[in-house]
């Protein structure tokens, strides 16, 4: 163990780089080197490094007050919640503040059991919801490999991908819910067909199952619209949501139809630091900018851009959508992403060792893509070995 990490759990495989600033899409190390961010921290960093209008936030609220927890009403929360409710599908109307994606789901998947009173969850071959309890049991592969737990808290079935058949057997009276990613995050950016994500709506309508939708990485406008469920035009039950919901500060949030919250009491459920005021400051600044400055829009193009111009060099197709792509490599993506690096591009693999894995910043520009294709048509043979 080196003398950095001393005292630090070493979990995480790193690269080569230690950032210690950065502006923009832009990461810069301790002896200036300028790295062009093409991961966005998994997914984290929406609206990239020092944005004004965050940082403005940040220190606004954190003069006024720095926390203070759901004991007592605060208007910087229900100014957030009114915003996201707004930014979310319709019939989204009530929202749940935590602190990270696997919180959002396991609340979720929580909800779904207990407002249906059953016991079976339904869950998607490759797809990854977090590594607590319920979240884990619904992630594919877990129990083989990291999960913990002597037992998973309910019973659960996993289908294949856009396996409509089998997806529809799946759900029956005994589902409480079906959760699904949109696109397929930590699986290469996977995205599903529009008759699968049509059909589980069409299959929990029937059974009576709640359908949540898993968008920690696909929602606050990833895929070029506010969530996936917009990008699929499918109305979920709920709605979870984390990653770069705040820009970089650690929150997330449950977005559920009202209905759902009829029996909801106090106590019904409960969090120390999530809804903090710090957090709604910043997702307020997330949302307004993302409106105002016409993201979406800027997703849509710049994400078309890429597909147009960087399957070229180790890159042969592309897939997922908006800012959650995955570029097929002809090479492992470990070696792709290692070149990039030396060249100062940022990017990251997934579960699928043939996929580099790109989560930029919304902020992105058509310079950037550029940057990225020239360096990849640069990449040869040669550079892998």
């Given at each position: 163990?080196?003398?950095?990490?001393?005292?630090?759990?070493?979990?995480?495989?790193?690269?080569?780089?230690?950032?210690?600033?950065?502006?923009?899409?832009?990461?810069?190390?301790?002896?200036?080197?300028?790295?062009?961010?093409?991961?966005?921290?998994?997914?984290?960093?929406?609206?990239?490094?020092?944005?004004?209008?965050?940082?403005?936030?940040?220190?606004?609220?954190?003069?006024?007050?720095?926390?203070?927890?759901?004991?007592?009403?605060?208007?910087?929360?229900?100014?957030?919640?009114?915003?996201?409710?707004?930014?979310?599908?319709?019939?989204?109307?009530?929202?749940?503040?935590?602190?990270?994606?696997?919180?959002?789901?396991?609340?979720?998947?929580?909800?779904?059991?207990?407002?249906?009173?059953?016991?079976?969850?339904?869950?998607?071959?490759?797809?990854?919801?977090?590594?607590?309890?319920?979240?884990?049991?619904?992630?594919?592969?877990?129990?083989?490999?990291?999960?913990?737990?002597?037992?998973?808290?309910?019973?659960?079935?996993?289908?294949?991908?856009?396996?409509?058949?089998?997806?529809?057997?799946?759900?029956?009276?005994?589902?409480?819910?079906?959760?699904?990613?949109?696109?397929?995050?930590?699986?290469?950016?996977?995205?599903?067909?529009?008759?699968?994500?049509?059909?589980?709506?069409?299959?929990?309508?029937?059974?009576?199952a709640l359908l949540i939708l898993d968008e920690v990485q696909t929602g606050i406008g990833r895929l070029g619209t506010p969530f996936g469920a917009d990008y699929f035009d499918v109305s979920p039950d709920l709605i979870t949501t984390a990653k770069s919901l705040g820009g970089g500060f650690p929150c997330g949030a449950v977005l559920m139809?009202?209905?759902?919250?009829?029996?909801?009491?106090?106590?019904?459920?409960?969090?120390?630091?999530?809804?903090?005021?710090?957090?709604?400051?910043?997702?307020?600044?997330?949302?307004?900018?993302?409106?105002?400055?016409?993201?979406?829009?800027?997703?849509?193009?710049?994400?078309?851009?890429?597909?147009?111009?960087?399957?070229?060099?180790?890159?042969?197709?592309?897939?997922?959508?908006?800012?959650?792509?995955?570029?097929?490599?002809?090479?492992?993506?470990?070696?792709?992403?290692?070149?990039?690096?030396?060249?100062?591009?940022?990017?990251?693999?997934?579960?699928?060792?043939?996929?580099?894995?790109?989560?930029?910043?919304?902020?992105?520009?058509?310079?950037?893509?550029?940057?990225?294709?020239?360096?990849?048509?640069?990449?040869?043979?040669?550079?892998?070995?």
């Amino acid at each position: 163990m080196n003398a950095r990490a001393a005292h630090l759990s070493e979990v995480y495989p790193t690269l080569p780089f230690q950032p210690v600033t950065g502006e923009g899409v832009y990461l810069e190390d301790a002896q200036q080197r300028r790295v062009l961010d093409f991961y966005g921290g998994h997914a984290v960093a929406g609206l990239g490094y020092g944005h004004p209008r965050l940082t403005e936030a940040l220190l606004t609220q954190g003069r006024q007050l720095l926390f203070q927890s759901n004991a007592v009403t605060m208007r910087i929360r229900d100014e957030a919640a009114d915003k996201l409710a707004a930014f979310a599908p319709d019939g989204l109307d009530r929202v749940f503040f935590v602190n990270s994606g696997a919180e959002a789901n396991e609340n979720a998947l929580r909800l779904a059991l207990q407002t249906t009173g059953r016991r079976k969850i339904v869950a998607i071959e490759h797809g990854f919801h977090g590594r607590t309890a319920a979240a884990g049991a619904v992630t594919w592969g877990a129990r083989d490999r990291w999960y913990g737990f002597p037992n998973t808290p309910m019973d659960v079935t996993f289908v294949p991908r856009n396996d409509t058949t089998a997806l529809t057997a799946a759900i029956d009276k005994e589902t409480a819910g079906v959760i699904i990613e949109p696109v397929q995050g930590v699986a290469g950016a996977f995205d599903f067909s529009k008759p699968f994500m049509t059909a589980a709506r069409a299959a929990c309508d029937v059974s009576g199952a709640l359908l949540i939708l898993d968008e920690v990485q696909t929602g606050i406008g990833r895929l070029g619209t506010p969530f996936g469920a917009d990008y699929f035009d499918v109305s979920p039950d709920l709605i979870t949501t984390a990653k770069s919901l705040g820009g970089g500060f650690p929150c997330g949030a449950v977005l559920m139809r009202d209905e759902l919250t009829k029996d909801l009491g106090p106590g019904a459920l409960g969090t120390t630091f999530g809804g903090g005021p710090l957090a709604c400051a910043l997702i307020v600044a997330v949302l307004d900018t993302i409106e105002e400055d016409g993201l979406l829009t800027q997703v849509t193009e710049v994400s078309a851009l890429i597909r147009q111009t960087c399957i070229c060099g180790p890159i042969t197709s592309v897939q997922g959508a908006g800012f959650l792509l995955g570029l097929k490599t002809a090479p492992r993506a470990a070696t792709v992403r290692d070149a990039l690096l030396e060249r100062n591009i940022l990017a990251g693999t997934s579960g699928d060792p043939h996929i580099l894995r790109l989560l930029p910043a919304l902020i992105l520009q058509p310079s950037h893509v550029e940057t990225l294709a020239q360096a990849l048509e640069e990449l040869t043979d040669e550079s892998f070995q």
